[in-house]
Protein backbone atom coordinates (compact mmCIF):
# COMPACT_ATOMS: atom_id res chain seq x y z
CA UNK A 1 0.00 0.00 0.00
CA UNK A 2 1.34 3.59 -0.96
CA UNK A 3 0.57 6.15 1.84
CA UNK A 4 0.17 9.77 0.88
CA UNK A 5 -0.32 13.34 3.27
CA UNK A 6 -3.83 14.77 3.04
CA UNK A 7 -4.43 18.36 3.34
CA UNK A 8 -7.70 20.37 3.23
CA UNK A 9 -6.48 23.86 2.01
CA UNK A 10 -8.46 26.29 3.78
CA UNK A 11 -7.65 29.56 1.13
CA UNK A 12 -6.07 29.05 -2.43
CA UNK A 13 -3.04 30.76 -1.13
CA UNK A 14 -2.13 27.39 0.88
CA UNK A 15 -3.83 25.27 -1.77
CA UNK A 16 -1.37 26.67 -4.49
CA UNK A 17 1.84 27.21 -2.23
CA UNK A 18 1.29 23.25 -1.42
CA UNK A 19 0.94 22.04 -4.54
CA UNK A 20 4.00 23.29 -5.72
CA UNK A 21 5.70 20.37 -3.56
CA UNK A 22 6.96 17.41 -6.19
CA UNK A 23 4.13 14.97 -6.55
CA UNK A 24 1.37 17.17 -5.63
CA UNK A 25 -2.65 16.59 -6.71
CA UNK A 26 -5.62 18.61 -6.39
CA UNK A 27 -8.15 16.84 -4.80
CA UNK A 28 -12.08 18.56 -6.23
CA UNK A 29 -14.57 15.72 -6.45
CA UNK A 30 -12.15 12.62 -6.59
CA UNK A 31 -14.18 11.14 -9.54
CA UNK A 32 -11.07 10.52 -11.82
CA UNK A 33 -8.41 10.95 -9.22
CA UNK A 34 -9.15 8.30 -6.45
CA UNK A 35 -10.09 5.79 -9.24
CA UNK A 36 -6.45 6.20 -11.05
CA UNK A 37 -5.18 5.71 -7.37
CA UNK A 38 -6.75 2.68 -6.66
CA UNK A 39 -5.19 1.75 -10.29
CA UNK A 40 -1.94 2.72 -9.32
CA UNK A 41 -1.81 4.93 -12.59
CA UNK A 42 -2.20 8.25 -10.41
CA UNK A 43 0.80 7.75 -6.90
CA UNK A 44 0.73 11.40 -5.72
CA UNK A 45 2.73 11.83 -2.25
CA UNK A 46 0.45 14.59 -1.13
CA UNK A 47 -3.21 14.86 -1.79
CA UNK A 48 -4.18 18.99 -1.26
CA UNK A 49 -8.05 19.04 -0.55
CA UNK A 50 -9.55 21.80 -2.84
CA UNK A 51 -13.36 21.65 -2.22
CA UNK A 52 -14.19 24.11 0.70
CA UNK A 53 -11.83 26.90 -0.94
CA UNK A 54 -14.36 30.04 -0.96
CA UNK A 55 -15.75 31.73 -4.13
CA UNK A 56 -14.76 28.96 -6.78
CA UNK A 57 -18.43 27.56 -7.33
CA UNK A 58 -19.84 30.76 -8.67
CA UNK A 59 -21.52 31.01 -12.15
CA UNK A 60 -21.58 34.69 -13.29
CA UNK A 61 -23.72 35.72 -16.72
CA UNK A 62 -23.19 39.19 -18.18
CA UNK A 63 -23.90 40.26 -21.49
CA UNK A 64 -20.30 39.70 -22.39
CA UNK A 65 -19.05 36.66 -21.38
CA UNK A 66 -19.90 33.79 -18.92
CA UNK A 67 -17.48 32.73 -16.01
CA UNK A 68 -17.91 29.52 -14.12
CA UNK A 69 -16.17 28.69 -11.00
CA UNK A 70 -13.46 26.08 -11.02
CA UNK A 71 -15.43 23.80 -8.25
CA UNK A 72 -18.67 24.36 -9.21
CA UNK A 73 -20.73 20.87 -9.71
CA UNK A 74 -21.44 19.68 -13.35
CA UNK A 75 -24.69 19.23 -12.61
CA UNK A 76 -25.06 22.40 -11.27
CA UNK A 77 -23.95 24.16 -14.59
CA UNK A 78 -25.99 21.47 -16.20
CA UNK A 79 -29.22 22.50 -14.52
CA UNK A 80 -28.59 26.63 -14.49
CA UNK A 81 -31.40 28.23 -16.24
CA UNK A 82 -29.53 31.02 -17.64
CA UNK A 83 -27.07 28.80 -18.93
CA UNK A 84 -29.46 26.54 -20.54
CA UNK A 85 -31.16 29.42 -21.70
CA UNK A 86 -27.81 31.32 -22.87
CA UNK A 87 -25.59 28.79 -24.02
CA UNK A 88 -27.42 24.83 -25.02
CA UNK A 89 -24.38 23.72 -25.63
CA UNK A 90 -22.67 23.81 -22.08
CA UNK A 91 -25.36 22.44 -20.71
CA UNK A 92 -25.87 20.18 -22.76
CA UNK A 93 -22.45 18.67 -22.56
CA UNK A 94 -22.79 18.54 -19.15
CA UNK A 95 -26.24 16.34 -19.01
CA UNK A 96 -24.39 13.55 -21.44
CA UNK A 97 -21.52 13.13 -19.67
CA UNK A 98 -20.95 10.63 -17.26
CA UNK A 99 -23.97 10.04 -14.43
CA UNK A 100 -26.33 11.53 -12.17
CA UNK A 101 -24.14 10.75 -9.22
CA UNK A 102 -20.80 11.47 -10.95
CA UNK A 103 -22.37 15.33 -11.80
CA UNK A 104 -23.38 15.38 -8.08
CA UNK A 105 -19.68 15.20 -7.50
CA UNK A 106 -17.45 16.30 -10.21
CA UNK A 107 -16.29 19.47 -10.48
CA UNK A 108 -16.03 21.68 -13.72
CA UNK A 109 -11.81 22.00 -12.81
CA UNK A 110 -11.50 18.52 -12.37
CA UNK A 111 -13.12 17.56 -15.43
CA UNK A 112 -11.49 19.74 -17.49
CA UNK A 113 -8.38 17.87 -15.90
CA UNK A 114 -9.72 13.79 -16.55
CA UNK A 115 -7.07 11.31 -18.28
CA UNK A 116 -7.90 9.61 -21.06
CA UNK A 117 -9.91 6.51 -20.86
CA UNK A 118 -7.37 4.27 -22.67
CA UNK A 119 -7.68 0.60 -21.05
CA UNK A 120 -3.59 0.41 -21.89
CA UNK A 121 -3.13 3.60 -19.92
CA UNK A 122 -5.22 2.60 -17.01
CA UNK A 123 -4.01 -0.99 -16.46
CA UNK A 124 -0.22 -0.65 -15.36
CA UNK A 125 -0.26 -4.32 -13.83
CA UNK A 126 -0.56 -6.02 -17.33
CA UNK A 127 0.69 -3.38 -19.67
CA UNK A 128 3.98 -1.20 -19.49
CA UNK A 129 4.14 -0.12 -22.26
CA UNK A 130 2.10 3.12 -22.30
CA UNK A 131 4.02 5.91 -23.29
CA UNK A 132 1.74 8.32 -21.55
CA UNK A 133 2.35 6.55 -18.29
CA UNK A 134 5.70 5.51 -18.19
CA UNK A 135 7.50 7.61 -21.40
CA UNK A 136 9.47 5.48 -24.21
CA UNK A 137 8.21 2.44 -23.22
CA UNK A 138 6.00 2.22 -26.63
CA UNK A 139 1.97 2.09 -26.93
CA UNK A 140 0.19 -1.27 -26.73
CA UNK A 141 -2.79 0.46 -28.10
CA UNK A 142 -1.14 0.99 -31.91
CA UNK A 143 -1.35 -2.86 -32.07
CA UNK A 144 -4.05 -3.97 -29.39
CA UNK A 145 -8.46 -3.36 -29.05
CA UNK A 146 -8.18 0.40 -30.57
CA UNK A 147 -12.05 0.90 -31.36
CA UNK A 148 -12.00 3.52 -29.12
CA UNK A 149 -8.99 5.52 -29.81
CA UNK A 150 -8.55 8.88 -31.56
CA UNK A 151 -8.18 9.44 -35.38
CA UNK A 152 -7.10 13.33 -35.48
CA UNK A 153 -4.65 14.75 -33.89
CA UNK A 154 -2.58 11.54 -33.22
CA UNK A 155 1.17 10.51 -33.59
CA UNK A 156 3.39 7.29 -33.34
CA UNK A 157 3.89 7.43 -29.83
CA UNK A 158 0.17 7.88 -28.75
CA UNK A 159 -3.49 7.51 -29.94
CA UNK A 160 -5.38 8.42 -26.65
CA UNK A 161 -8.69 10.10 -26.71
CA UNK A 162 -9.20 13.04 -25.02
CA UNK A 163 -12.85 12.06 -23.66
CA UNK A 164 -14.19 14.95 -21.57
CA UNK A 165 -17.25 16.22 -23.31
CA UNK A 166 -17.40 20.22 -21.77
CA UNK A 167 -13.68 20.79 -23.13
CA UNK A 168 -15.49 20.24 -27.00
CA UNK A 169 -17.73 22.95 -26.66
CA UNK A 170 -15.37 25.47 -24.57
CA UNK A 171 -13.07 24.99 -27.75
CA UNK A 172 -16.12 25.45 -30.02
CA UNK A 173 -16.76 28.88 -28.53
CA UNK A 174 -13.15 29.95 -27.83
CA UNK A 175 -13.19 30.07 -24.19
CA UNK A 176 -10.19 30.98 -21.76
CA UNK A 177 -8.68 28.69 -18.27
CA UNK A 178 -8.84 30.86 -15.82
CA UNK A 179 -5.36 29.92 -13.70
CA UNK A 180 -3.98 31.16 -10.42
CA UNK A 181 -0.31 30.25 -9.40
CA UNK A 182 2.27 32.95 -8.35
CA UNK A 183 0.49 34.90 -11.15
CA UNK A 184 -3.18 34.80 -12.76
CA UNK A 185 -3.22 34.12 -15.89
CA UNK A 186 -5.52 33.04 -18.70
CA UNK A 187 -5.37 30.56 -20.96
CA UNK A 188 -7.10 30.23 -24.75
CA UNK A 189 -8.53 26.34 -24.47
CA UNK A 190 -7.52 25.28 -27.82
CA UNK A 191 -4.16 25.97 -26.41
CA UNK A 192 -4.17 24.55 -23.22
CA UNK A 193 -4.29 21.40 -24.30
CA UNK A 194 -0.94 19.84 -25.82
CA UNK A 195 -1.12 17.14 -28.87
CA UNK A 196 0.63 13.92 -27.93
CA UNK A 197 3.12 14.20 -30.41
CA UNK A 198 6.42 12.49 -28.44
CA UNK A 199 5.55 13.49 -24.98
CA UNK A 200 2.52 12.23 -24.37
CA UNK A 201 2.78 12.15 -20.67
CA UNK A 202 2.30 16.16 -21.40
CA UNK A 203 -1.42 16.86 -21.79
CA UNK A 204 -1.64 20.51 -20.67
CA UNK A 205 -0.02 23.62 -20.18
CA UNK A 206 -0.16 24.05 -16.26
CA UNK A 207 2.41 24.13 -14.57
CA UNK A 208 2.67 22.25 -11.01
CA UNK A 209 1.56 24.61 -8.32
CA UNK A 210 -1.15 26.51 -10.86
CA UNK A 211 -4.46 25.80 -10.38
CA UNK A 212 -8.23 26.30 -12.80
CA UNK A 213 -9.68 28.93 -11.37
CA UNK A 214 -12.69 28.69 -13.82
CA UNK A 215 -13.50 28.95 -17.19
CA UNK A 216 -14.89 31.96 -19.13
CA UNK A 217 -16.88 31.97 -22.30
CA UNK A 218 -17.50 34.78 -24.71
CA UNK A 219 -21.16 35.34 -25.18
CA UNK A 220 -21.00 35.56 -28.93
CA UNK A 221 -24.36 35.02 -31.01
CA UNK A 222 -24.13 31.58 -32.22
CA UNK A 223 -23.66 30.70 -28.06
CA UNK A 224 -27.48 31.04 -27.88
CA UNK A 225 -28.29 28.85 -30.67
CA UNK A 226 -26.22 25.96 -29.70
CA UNK A 227 -25.92 21.91 -29.49
CA UNK A 228 -24.35 19.21 -28.23
CA UNK A 229 -24.79 15.83 -30.19
CA UNK A 230 -23.24 12.97 -28.72
CA UNK A 231 -23.17 9.53 -30.10
CA UNK A 232 -21.98 6.88 -28.19
CA UNK A 233 -22.53 2.99 -27.56
CA UNK A 234 -25.44 3.39 -25.18
CA UNK A 235 -27.64 5.95 -24.33
CA UNK A 236 -26.56 6.98 -20.99
CA UNK A 237 -23.41 6.69 -18.79
CA UNK A 238 -20.75 5.95 -21.74
CA UNK A 239 -17.95 8.06 -23.49
CA UNK A 240 -18.60 9.34 -26.64
CA UNK A 241 -17.54 7.19 -30.09
CA UNK A 242 -17.85 10.76 -31.85
CA UNK A 243 -19.35 14.28 -30.34
CA UNK A 244 -19.69 17.75 -32.22
CA UNK A 245 -20.40 20.92 -30.29
CA UNK A 246 -21.66 23.50 -32.58
CA UNK A 247 -23.45 26.98 -32.49
CA UNK A 248 -24.43 29.01 -35.75
CA UNK A 249 -25.48 32.38 -36.14
CA UNK A 250 -27.68 33.30 -39.43
CA UNK A 251 -27.70 36.53 -41.16
CA UNK A 252 -31.33 38.45 -41.23
CA UNK A 253 -32.23 36.42 -43.73
CA UNK A 254 -32.44 33.20 -41.33
CA UNK A 255 -30.80 31.04 -44.39
CA UNK A 256 -27.29 32.67 -44.82
CA UNK A 257 -24.30 31.95 -42.03
CA UNK A 258 -22.97 35.03 -40.48
CA UNK A 259 -21.07 32.82 -37.82
CA UNK A 260 -20.83 29.53 -37.01
CA UNK A 261 -18.64 27.57 -34.16
CA UNK A 262 -17.85 23.65 -34.43
CA UNK A 263 -15.60 21.29 -32.25
CA UNK A 264 -15.94 17.36 -32.12
CA UNK A 265 -14.90 15.08 -29.34
CA UNK A 266 -14.62 11.67 -28.87
CA UNK A 267 -12.41 11.04 -31.89
CA UNK A 268 -9.22 13.61 -31.42
CA UNK A 269 -6.18 13.42 -28.86
CA UNK A 270 -7.83 17.05 -27.41
CA UNK A 271 -11.06 18.93 -28.22
CA UNK A 272 -10.68 19.20 -31.76
CA UNK A 273 -11.72 23.03 -33.40
CA UNK A 274 -13.34 22.81 -37.26
CA UNK A 275 -11.96 25.66 -38.58
CA UNK A 276 -11.80 24.60 -42.36
CA UNK A 277 -15.77 23.50 -41.95
CA UNK A 278 -16.42 26.50 -40.39
CA UNK A 279 -14.81 28.47 -43.12
CA UNK A 280 -16.57 26.84 -46.14
CA UNK A 281 -20.13 27.42 -44.21
CA UNK A 282 -19.80 31.23 -43.50
CA UNK A 283 -21.57 33.52 -45.74
CA UNK A 284 -23.26 30.80 -47.55
CA UNK A 285 -26.69 29.84 -47.55
CA UNK A 286 -27.16 26.35 -45.95
CA UNK A 287 -29.29 23.32 -46.44
CA UNK A 288 -28.83 19.49 -46.37
CA UNK A 289 -26.53 19.26 -49.09
CA UNK A 290 -24.26 21.85 -48.17
CA UNK A 291 -23.58 20.82 -44.68
CA UNK A 292 -22.64 17.39 -45.88
CA UNK A 293 -20.16 18.75 -48.03
CA UNK A 294 -18.84 20.74 -45.70
CA UNK A 295 -18.60 18.21 -42.78
CA UNK A 296 -16.84 16.00 -45.02
CA UNK A 297 -13.35 18.04 -44.65
CA UNK A 298 -14.34 17.43 -40.72
CA UNK A 299 -11.99 14.34 -41.14
CA UNK A 300 -9.09 16.10 -43.13
CA UNK A 301 -5.90 14.67 -41.78
CA UNK A 302 -7.63 11.25 -39.79
CA UNK A 303 -5.63 8.25 -39.69
CA UNK A 304 -7.33 4.97 -38.51
CA UNK A 305 -5.66 2.81 -36.24
CA UNK A 306 -7.41 -0.48 -37.31
CA UNK A 307 -10.57 -0.94 -35.26
CA UNK A 308 -11.29 2.51 -35.13
CA UNK A 309 -11.33 3.22 -38.43
CA UNK A 310 -15.60 3.96 -37.99
CA UNK A 311 -14.99 7.09 -36.88
CA UNK A 312 -13.78 8.32 -39.80
CA UNK A 313 -17.18 7.79 -41.30
CA UNK A 314 -19.34 8.53 -38.56
CA UNK A 315 -17.77 12.18 -37.67
CA UNK A 316 -18.54 14.07 -40.65
CA UNK A 317 -21.95 12.79 -39.85
CA UNK A 318 -22.45 13.49 -36.40
CA UNK A 319 -21.00 16.73 -37.50
CA UNK A 320 -23.69 17.73 -40.22
CA UNK A 321 -26.81 16.33 -38.28
CA UNK A 322 -25.53 18.55 -35.16
CA UNK A 323 -25.88 21.45 -37.49
CA UNK A 324 -29.13 20.91 -39.23
CA UNK A 325 -30.52 20.01 -35.75
CA UNK A 326 -29.40 23.79 -34.38
CA UNK A 327 -29.85 25.13 -37.78
CA UNK A 328 -33.02 23.74 -37.96
CA UNK A 329 -32.76 22.17 -41.35
CA UNK A 330 -34.80 19.54 -42.97
CA UNK A 331 -33.12 16.28 -43.69
CA UNK A 332 -33.88 12.19 -44.34
CA UNK A 333 -32.42 11.24 -40.75
CA UNK A 334 -33.64 7.74 -41.69
CA UNK A 335 -31.95 6.63 -44.58
CA UNK A 336 -28.55 9.24 -44.70
CA UNK A 337 -27.77 10.08 -40.87
CA UNK A 338 -28.78 6.90 -39.20
CA UNK A 339 -26.04 7.79 -36.42
C1 LIG B 1 -17.76 5.88 -14.86
C2 LIG B 1 -17.40 7.26 -15.33
C3 LIG B 1 -17.99 7.76 -16.50
C4 LIG B 1 -17.67 9.05 -16.93
N1 LIG B 1 -18.23 9.51 -18.10
C5 LIG B 1 -17.88 10.75 -18.54
C6 LIG B 1 -18.43 11.26 -19.77
O1 LIG B 1 -19.24 10.62 -20.43
N2 LIG B 1 -18.03 12.50 -20.16
C7 LIG B 1 -17.15 13.26 -19.43
O2 LIG B 1 -16.84 14.37 -19.83
N3 LIG B 1 -16.62 12.78 -18.30
C8 LIG B 1 -16.96 11.56 -17.85
N4 LIG B 1 -16.41 11.08 -16.70
C9 LIG B 1 -15.36 11.85 -16.05
C10 LIG B 1 -15.91 12.77 -14.98
O3 LIG B 1 -16.62 13.80 -15.60
C11 LIG B 1 -14.70 13.26 -14.21
O4 LIG B 1 -14.28 12.18 -13.39
C12 LIG B 1 -14.98 14.45 -13.35
O5 LIG B 1 -15.43 15.54 -14.10
C13 LIG B 1 -13.72 14.86 -12.60
O6 LIG B 1 -14.04 15.90 -11.70
P1 LIG B 1 -13.63 15.79 -10.17
O7 LIG B 1 -14.02 17.06 -9.54
O8 LIG B 1 -14.19 14.54 -9.56
O9 LIG B 1 -12.05 15.69 -10.31
P2 LIG B 1 -10.97 14.94 -9.41
O10 LIG B 1 -11.09 13.46 -9.60
O11 LIG B 1 -10.97 15.45 -8.04
O12 LIG B 1 -9.66 15.46 -10.14
C14 LIG B 1 -9.34 15.05 -11.45
C15 LIG B 1 -7.98 15.66 -11.81
O13 LIG B 1 -8.10 17.07 -11.92
C16 LIG B 1 -7.20 17.72 -11.05
N5 LIG B 1 -7.91 18.91 -10.59
C17 LIG B 1 -9.14 18.94 -10.02
N6 LIG B 1 -9.52 20.22 -9.82
C18 LIG B 1 -8.50 20.99 -10.28
C19 LIG B 1 -8.31 22.41 -10.37
N7 LIG B 1 -9.22 23.27 -9.96
N8 LIG B 1 -7.15 22.86 -10.91
C20 LIG B 1 -6.20 21.98 -11.34
N9 LIG B 1 -6.34 20.64 -11.29
C21 LIG B 1 -7.48 20.17 -10.77
C22 LIG B 1 -6.90 16.71 -9.96
O14 LIG B 1 -5.64 16.94 -9.35
C23 LIG B 1 -6.91 15.41 -10.76
O15 LIG B 1 -5.68 15.24 -11.39
C24 LIG B 1 -16.74 9.83 -16.21
C25 LIG B 1 -16.17 9.33 -15.02
C26 LIG B 1 -16.49 8.07 -14.58
C27 LIG B 1 -15.86 7.56 -13.33
S1 LIG C 1 -2.74 5.25 -26.68
FE1 LIG C 1 -1.52 6.56 -25.36
S2 LIG C 1 -2.42 6.20 -23.36
FE2 LIG C 1 -3.01 4.45 -24.64
S3 LIG C 1 -1.40 2.88 -24.46
FE3 LIG C 1 -0.84 4.17 -26.16
S4 LIG C 1 0.53 5.69 -25.22
FE4 LIG C 1 -0.66 4.81 -23.56
Known amino acids: MRTFD ?9 AITEAAKPET ?8 LLDLMKLNVERPAHLVDITRLPGLDTIEISPDVIRIGALAKMSKVAAH ?107 PIDDFYLLPGQTPHLEHQLSSGEMIIGVEIPRVAALKQSHYLKVRDRASYEFAAASAAVGIEFESDGKTVRDVRIAV ?8 RLRAVEDA ?59
Not at 6 to 14: P, Q
Not at 25 to 32: C, I, K, N, S, V
Not at 138 to 157: K, Q
Not at 322 to 337: K, N, Q, W
Open 265 to 272: GGVATKPW
Open 81 to 187: ADIIEAAPVLSESLWRAASAQLRNMASIGGNLMQRTRCTYFRDPGAYSNCNKRNPGSGCAALEGINRNHAVLGTSDACIAISPGDFAVSLVAFDASVLVRGTVERRI
Open 25 to 32: RFLAGGTT
Open 281 to 339: LKGRPIDEATLRTAAAAAVDGARSSGRNGFKIELTPKVVARALMTVGEISHDTEERFRT
Open 6 to 14: YLRAENTTT
